[in-house]
């Protein structure tokens, strides 16, 4: 049996599905279509064959971060998602952005007043305000005319062009995906290498709204390939929000996993900054075998002891050690016959 963090991630994911916790995955390489099969979750595509849409520009009820409005934390995601596209920005590209952001959802009559997130509705006897669906919400199509009116962002408009014209045109959608599962898997695996960072992020944002919906509620985030949203590819602002919802994520009843098969990953970006807040802010850790330059890494960020360095050389299939507050424990990984069954 060989057992490593892909084994060991379905493995949580089994015995957590049978405690009955809420589950969303985010799987870059095809790894979880199997056992959510078996298990009968949501499986949900993005790619140039899907036909499920998600909006990048969806702003949803339960989006409101504590100390900002709706456009507002809006705003500060699709920073990050387009610095994914074009690149680093200065300051006054950064600003030319966020503006031509407000100009995009002035056009559909939202601004920085949360009430204008809401519309009347008629009832049978009164008439009450609910929140804007995606089909009142901006695509991405739009946003490319309005880049495209201005010479000082002309450039970012040339950028969108595979999103709206191109082999990524399914960014460009209205939101069509109601999921109502305890089990649900993202796959991106179709976004390629290149792209795949856009999709991570997209369902990102998407999970954390989710999880954010009902505190009472028991849920689990996962984060295959996690250094992509805080590595050397990605930009602060993606990691500031990853490592927003490990901080938090545990008021709303849920916790966040992040696997990687690369530690170095994990710290390139801004000196390794972000890997390391990560890091602190994860109550439990778990190391597989790593190789000796990995373990160098993670003894530069952790308090490793010589005696656990040698330990994690020396691991074999279905050993760790587990890190649980000032506790190191090294262990071995047992599953039951059924549990190999269903992931195998």
């Known amino acids: 049996m060989a057992l490593g963090k892909s084994f060991f991630t379905k493995i949580l994911i089994l015995r957590s599905h049978l405690l009955g916790l ?29 036909n499920t849409y998600i909006n990048i520009f969806d702003i949803r ?43 995009l959802y002035e056009g559909k009559g939202i601004n920085f007043d949360d009430s204008s997130l809401y519309k009347k509705e008629e009832g049978t006897i009164t008439i009450k305000p609910v929140f804007k669906e995606s ?53 991106v695996y179709d976004l390629g290498e290149e792209n795949l960072a856009y999709g991570m992020y997209l369902f990102t944002e998407f999970f954390w709204d989710k999880i954010k919906t009902n505190r009472n509620k028991q849920k689990v985030i996962y984060l295959d390939e996690a ?41 390139s970006l801004e000196n390794g900054i972000y890997g390391k807040c990560l890091l602190n802010n994860s109550s439990i850790k778990m190391f597989f075998a790593l190789e000796e330059e990995n373990i160098k890494i993670l003894s530069e960020n952790t308090s490793l002891t010589e005696k656990e360095k040698m330990e994690i050389k020396s691991l074999r299939k279905g050993e760790a050690l587990l890190f649980a507050g000032d506790e190191h424990v090294l262990l071995k990984i047992e599953t039951a016959n059924f549990e190999r069954e269903i992931i195998e």
């Open 135 to 187: 089909k009142d919400m901006p695509v991405l199509e739009e946003f490319y005319e309005i880049l495209g009116k201005d010479k000082k962002t002309k450039q970012m408009q040339i950028k969108l062009i595979p999103f709206v014209k191109g082999s990524l045109n399914f960014f460009n959608n209205t939101t069509n995906v109601v999921l109502d599962n305890s089990l649900i898997v993202a796959d």
């Open 227 to 267: 250094w992509r949203l805080i590595g050397v590819t990605s930009n602060k602002e993606v990691a500031s929000f990853l490592y927003k919802i490990f901080k938090t994520i545990r008021k709303y009843g849920g916790s966040g996993v992040a696997i990687t098969q690369d530690i170095s990953d994990v710290f």
């Open 22 to 50: 809420e589950q969303y995955v985010i799987d870059p390489e095809r790894e979880y279509q199997k056992l959510c099969k078996q298990l009968k979750g949501t499986y949900i595509q993005i790619g140039p064959n899907s």
């Open 61 to 103: 009820e339960e989006s409101l971060e504590e100390g900002k409005g709706y456009l507002a934390t809006k705003i500060s995601k699709l920073i990050g998602f387009f610095k994914l596209i074009f690149g680093e920005l200065d300051e006054e590209k950064k600003a030319l952005l966020e503006e031509k952001i407000i100009e």
